[in-house]
């Protein structure tokens, strides 16, 4: 899973946009997942102390086939600074539910 950010995330800053790629490992190469079929999607923030945010529904930022999944902080959530993480969790109309790798991000003063 591989994520993008605004340039820098600041403590308080609104509009953050977050946009993070599912990808699964096919014949040793990382490839997208084809989201499209799924039932909805969300991402996941955890905390520098641990603490996992309840998810955000997230949307797809082209049709899901590229795998990437998009949401854009209206709140203000980053609240504290230091080391941050993210995934996305993908629900299937079956019930299954993918959640994926966290990946680390950095939040400043």
Request: aromatic fraction near 10%; proline fraction near 4%.
């Amino acid at each position: 899973m591989s994520s993008t950010f605004d340039d820098f995330i600041h403590v308080g800053q609104i509009g953050t946009v977050l946009t993070t790629t599912v990808t699964k490992i096919v014949n040793n190469v990382e490839t997208p997942v084809d989201l499209s079929t799924t039932s909805s999607t969300e991402i996941e923030l955890q905390k520098p102390d641990g603490e996992i945010l309840a998810p955000f529904t997230a949307s797809f930022v082209t049709d899901g086939t590229d795998g990437q999944i998009t949401y854009t902080d209206m709140t203000g959530v980053f609240d504290v600074t230091g080391r941050w993480t993210i995934r996305g969790v993908i629900n299937y109309p079956s019930g299954a539910k993918f959640m994926g790798s966290w990946t680390g991000f950095s939040v400043d003063e």
